[in-house]
């Protein structure tokens, strides 16, 4: 059943329904503390030990953590012991207010993270999770400057103000906001294997070891301005608009998707969805893509592809597959930026134009099978971010039987 009652209001906060309290996180958690601010000598076996960069979005990463002495661990879980249920909460740094919540029974410790040990007779642990999740954006504007770096204090935490419903709704809260987290991590779990097996596709096809049906033709090493239909071409410095005037104006940002600058200038260098543009400078310099359309911006360099020679690609994979070796050959001491004979120094195995046309369907499938669960998993995301600000705030109740 839903209470009933007015819905009050509370200054800072809003308006709740009138059976909800407000209270300092100090007053519904029994411990507020941190970990050390000390970095202990790590080894290669013993308890587990975390830092900040193994928090965030709610969840902790032990795959990659390092370890500690059971001596020096029991020095550090005295001060600060983390439980199952409790909250962690980056306090210093760049990830300042990312949070994690302890899933596990494993005693570990860990440094430069802060913990809040909810009073489970009056709040829920997953709740707490689910309410800071929610409140995260917010609360990192509240962080102070500790030296050069981002700060959040244990007084600060102590004054987070916690929406507190009745300890039944709390837990129906989180039952159903930990459902669509299950719901999330399927799609996330989809879109990892579905990225390494993409990979193992990228290896196999890409160097020959496994053929395609139908094809024995020996395959011929080339450098990349052999295939190349005239000069690659750097883009220009043009006059651009935010008002969609003209064609998209692709800079790094264009590369993951981002098109909020265009230009009308005559000037502009074009690019077609088939030739290969590269990320000449700047900190991804290397990136290569292909598939847009617009004009290029003087941070890519266009590669147009003679189609009667090879497919642009398959020859973009090649450049996604070895972009490891492509970073390697960078120059700068500053800003990074491709050799100018780059094109000359990049070779390629390539196979008959029809076996690279087939190799790049089936890398292509493989791509716009992710996009779809990206897109699913962007969805579940925001309808998730949709439902935590209805049932967290009280603007729609859930019933409890």
């Not at 040990?117 to 954006?137: C, V």
């Not at 911006?297 to 597959?321: G, H, M, P, Q, W």
């Not at 070796?325 to 491709?338: C, L, T, Y």
Request: charge should be positive.
């Amino acid at each position: 059943m839903v209470p009933d009652g007015e819905p009050k209001y509370i200054p800072n906060i809003g308006i709740i329904p009138n059976d909800w309290n407000v209270f300092l996180a100090s007053k519904v958690c029994t411990k507020i503390t941190d970990g050390t601010h000390d970095k202990p000598k790590t080894v290669n076996f013993g308890v587990p030990y975390i830092t900040a960069i193994h928090i965030k979005d709610g969840r902790i990463d032990f795959n990659n953590c390092q370890y500690v002495s059971k001596e020096d661990h029991e020095i550090i879980y005295r001060r600060c012991n983390p439980e199952k249920g409790d909250l962690l909460v980056v306090n210093i740094g760049a990830g300042v207010a990312e949070c994690g919540f302890v899933d596990t029974d494993i005693e570990f410790s860990m440094k430069n993270v802060a913990l809040l040990k909810p009073n489970r007779s009056i709040l829920d642990d997953t709740f707490l999770l689910h309410q800071y999740l929610f409140r995260k954006d917010k609360i990192a504007h509240i962080t102070k400057v500790g030296g050069a770096q981002p700060f959040l204090s244990l007084r600060e935490l102590g004054k987070l103000i916690i929406i507190v419903p009745p300890l039944p709704e709390q837990k129906k809260i989180a039952r159903i906001l930990s459902t669509w987290d299950k719901a999330i991590e399927t799609v996330e779990k989809l879109i990892e294997n579905s990225k390494a097996q993409k990979k193992a596709l990228m290896q196999q096809l890409l160097t020959g070891k496994r053929r395609l049906p139908g094809f024995d033709e020996e395959w011929k090493t080339i450098r990349l301005d052999d295939v190349l239909d005239g000069k690659k071409r750097k883009g220009k410095i043009v006059p651009t608009n935010d008002e969609k005037r003209g064609v998209a104006y692709i800079g790094s940002t264009s590369f993951n998707g981002d098109f909020g600058i265009y230009t009308d200038s005559s000037d502009a260098v074009i690019c077609s969805p088939k030739d290969i543009l590269v990320l000449w400078d700047g900190e991804n310099a290397g990136k290569a893509t292909t598939g847009l359309s617009g004009a290029v911006s003087s941070t890519v360099v266009r590669c147009r592809i003679d189609e009667s020679k090879a497919n642009s690609r398959f020859i973009t994979y090649n450049l996604l597959k070895d972009n490891y070796k492509v970073r390697a050959i960078r120059e700068g001491s500053g800003i990074p930026h491709m050799p100018g004979d780059f094109e000359h120094w990049y070779h390629i195995n390539l196979p008959p134009l029809k076996e690279q046309q087939e190799i790049a369907a089936i890398l292509t499938s493989a791509d716009k099978e992710i996009e779809t669960l990206q897109q699913k998993l962007d969805y579940l995301k925001q309808e998730k971010k949709s439902l935590m600000q209805q049932i967290l705030t009280g603007k729609r109740r859930v019933i409890i039987n």
